[in-house]
């Protein structure tokens, strides 16, 4: 009977497990349904919101006209009953006021409609993201330099301003902590009544990162374009001339400078406090006036410079204090002084230039420099270079000395230069080469080369599109005259 009960209480107690985990068993399909379900029903709304997004999207834009066939006779009036993402266009004729652009609309001129500003203030200001502003003759800003009074102040982000012609101006374009934004083929005028020191700057960057800047010209500004503070843009194929600097750099870094025309400037390029630039195919060509030069360097580590131009100017290029920079297939001719160097400029390296008619080809400020002269036994190409090559190698079999004691003493005491010219001191500069008695600077090209390295000018083939660029024809057939002069001198060499 005991084992009767045992059994029938250890049945009962069998069975009331099997039930307990059916039960369990149950509840947990039942969890798992409730959040199957629940994420299916997140999913389904997810992807109802995206199909609205993209029917709101894929909506047309309207069209708002102004002038006198358009709906709107106030461009202003336009752009405030605009729609975000709508294009506001403006006909032919001369409108006058300033313009906020607070929402996002394209502003689009036909027929090259004129935007006359108040005169006080900037003409157009863009507040809001993703604007486009083309097609407009932009003039008669304000001329306030505190207040960037400019033809357009962007204060926003991944904007497009093109195709627009901006004169009677402060600042042509002023990009006040704006990023990410395209400007291209602008032309900007600016004041040439006024001492350059009182004009703006034909483009203004101040910390603003990652935009490009292409096929727009400048002139008659205080600088073409100027950054500070504003890393990771990309200038290519701009042409400034007739100003102070074409450009005007300071305290930015991993910028892209190619295919840039700076000329007829009192100084071609600044390049002050920044790291990593690169310089590619630019030309700074017949900078000249007071302390002129191609280009400048101060206070710079680790940039590129490779085929550019730097071609007629009083100093070719200036470095103080430059740093781990190459120099590699730059054409520098016809300047007076090829090269300005202080000392404190390390560790750059020369290799496979172009040194052609300098009257001087460095200057060193100091005793000595760390700078390098060739690069895997490849030296530069000097015009004055008077040595041989016996086994036919392309490099001279005796070292250059690329500075002589006159050009020591001129580095040091620039006062005189005066001298340097006399008939003595020529004979004595020829003596000094052929019996070397007087102790000059140590600094020699290991390995020059016998004939020029060959270069494509850019700018030979362009044909100017505005007035303002017909003087580039006469530039383009200086570095023409240039280049046939480096082959014929080339060969010639080549036959001895």
Avoid at 380 to 385: H, I, Q, V
Avoid at 411 to 431: E, K, T
Avoid at 445 to 463: G, I, R
């Amino acid at each position: 009977m005991f084992m009767d009960e045992h059994e029938s209480f250890a049945c009962s107690l069998s069975a009331f497990s099997e039930l307990r985990g059916s039960s369990f068993k149950a509840e947990k399909r039942a969890n798992t349904t409730s959040r199957v379900y629940k994420l299916f029903a997140a999913t389904r709304l997810f992807f109802l919101v995206v199909v609205v997004l993209v029917i709101v999207n894929a909506a047309p834009a309207a069209t708002l006209t102004v002038g006198q066939a358009g709906s709107f006779s106030s461009i202003q009036a336009a752009i405030n009953a605009a729609g975000a993402g709508d294009i506001v266009q403006v006909q032919a004729g001369t409108y006058t006021g300033n313009l906020i652009l607070n929402k996002q609309i394209v502003l689009e001129g036909i027929n090259r409609p004129v935007l006359r500003g108040e005169g006080t203030g900037s003409v157009i200001t863009v507040l809001a993201d993703r604007c486009t502003v083309k097609g407009f003759i932009i003039e008669h800003s304000g001329g306030d330099l505190t207040r960037e009074d400019s033809g357009i102040l962007l204060k926003s982000n991944r904007n497009v301003i093109e195709d627009n012609e901006l004169r009677d101006i402060l600042y042509g374009i002023y990009l006040y902590g704006s990023a990410g934004n395209t400007l291209r083929r602008n032309h900007v005028q600016g004041r040439p009544e006024l001492d350059s020191g009182a004009r703006g700057a034909g483009l203004h960057l101040w910390n603003s990162p990652d935009n490009n800047i292409e096929d727009n010209s400048i002139t008659e500004e205080r600088d073409g374009i100027y950054v500070q503070s504003s890393h990771g843009n990309q200038i290519r194929r701009n042409r400034v001339t007739k100003l102070r600097y074409g450009l005007h750099y300071m305290s930015s870094d991993r910028n892209v400078f190619e295919d840039n025309l700076f000329s007829n400037n009192i100084a071609g390029a600044a390049i002050m406090y920044s790291n990593k630039i690169e310089l590619r195919r630019n030309a700074f060509v017949h900078n000249r006036g007071f302390s002129s030069f191609g280009i400048l360097f101060q206070e710079c580590n680790e940039l590129i410079a490779e085929e550019n131009f730097i071609v007629d100017n009083a100093t070719g290029i200036f470095m103080e204090a430059l740093r781990k920079t190459t120099f590699r297939r730059n054409a520098i001719a016809n300047n007076d002084v090829a090269l300005h160097m202080f000392s404190n400029s390390d560790a750059n390296v020369f290799t496979e230039n172009n040194f052609v008619d300098n009257l001087s080809p460095l200057q060193l400020v100091g005793k000595s420099t760390t700078s390098r002269w060739s690069e895997n036994g490849r030296g530069n190409f000097w015009s004055d270079y008077d040595g041989y090559d016996l086994n036919e190698d392309g490099r001279g079999d005796v070292p250059l000395k690329i500075q002589n004691v006159f050009q020591y003493l001129e580095g040091n005491h620039p006062r005189l230069r005066l001298y340097f010219d006399s008939a003595a001191a020529r004979a004595m500069a020829v003596a000094e080469r052929t019996f070397p008695i007087l102790k000059g600077s140590p600094i020699v090209d290991e390995a020059p080369l016998m004939k020029p390295v060959l270069l494509h000018y850019p700018f030979a083939e362009e044909t100017p599109a505005r007035s303002a660029h017909h003087g580039l024809t006469a530039v383009s057939l200086l570095i023409l005259t240039g280049a046939t002069t480096l082959m014929w001198k080339g060969k010639r060499l080549k036959r001895r």
